[in-house]
Antibody, heavy 120, light 110 residues
Framework: QVQLVQSGAEVEKPGASVKVSCKAS????????MHWVRQAPGHGLEWMGM????????RYAENFQGRVTMTWDTSTSTVYVELSSLRSEDTAVYYC?????????????WGRGTLVSVSS | QSALTQPASVSGSPGQSITISCTGG?????????VSWYQHHPGKAPKLMIY???KRPSGISNRFSGSKSGNTASLTISGLQAEDEADYYC??????????FGGGTKLTVL
């Protein structure tokens, strides 16, 4: 079954870091980019960045430069996003979503999301 | 990167058609035919409905269609059904290899 399975909800304190995972199955992991998108309560979707597991390259949105790190593990078909220096505004549902390698920029498969709550 | 502009809400009765607009600029919608639309039911994973302005993924009803004129893309849903009630987001490729989303539109089926 083609799917993206994300890790469970996290609760973190301000200033801490959080790492969310996204495990791909049912397709060739290295044939797709993986993007991360988040949705804060009452807000729309916000693009965070992307990783190319085949080339090992990443591209981060300007708003997250310096605070976000995206990594991958080909052996387990898993990608990770780590966000540091957390603040209350980072409370959101974090989604992973794939895009086929090539001149494509549509997210054709999404995970169900991981809620990250930042609170003292 | 500024978000694309969508109306906050639209509504329609079953069987009617509605259109959701998505306005961007020269760095995104106006320059690239890489606009996609996503349906999002709260608590569920977003779902791709339209990509590359007008294309429908396999399994998506032909009641959903997309178009673009200048810096504004549009999603039209015809023959509205109760199950179409959801949030809809547009998304565009933007210069420097990035994506930008719209603020989202809540569709209410009356």
């Amino acid at each position: 079954q083609v799917q993206l399975v994300q890790s469970g909800a996290e609760v973190e304190k301000p200033g801490a870091s959080v790492k969310v995972s996204c495990k791909a199955s049912g397709y060739t992991f290295t044939s797709y980019y993986m993007h991360w998108v988040r949705q804060a309560p009452g807000h729309g979707l916000e693009w965070m960045g992307m990783i190319n597991p085949s080339a090992g390259s990443t591209r981060y949105a300007e708003n997250f430069q310096g605070r976000v790190t995206m990594t991958w593990d080909t052996s387990t078909s898993t990608v990770y996003v780590e966000l540091s220096s957390l603040r209350s505004e980072d409370t959101a549902v974090y989604y992973c979503a794939r895009v086929a390698l090539g001149p494509f920029w549509h997210l054709d498969l999404w995970g169900r999301g991981t809620l990250v709550s930042v609170s003292s | 990167q500024s978000a694309l502009t969508q109306p906050a809400s639209v509504s329609g009765s079953p069987g009617q058609s509605i259109t959701i607009s998505c306005t961007g600029g020269n760095r995104d919608v106006a320059t690239y035919n890489l606009v996609s639309w996503y349906q999002h039911h709260p608590g569920k994973a977003p779902k791709l409905m339209i990509y590359e302005v007008t294309k429908r993924p396999s399994g998506i009803s032909n009641r959903f269609s997309g178009s673009k004129s200048g810096n504004t893309a549009s999603l039209t849903i015809s023959g509205l059904q109760a199950e179409d009630e959801a949030d809809y987001y547009c998304c565009s490729y933007a210069s420097s290899s990035s994506l930008v989303f719209g603020g989202g539109t809540k569709l209410t089926v009356l």
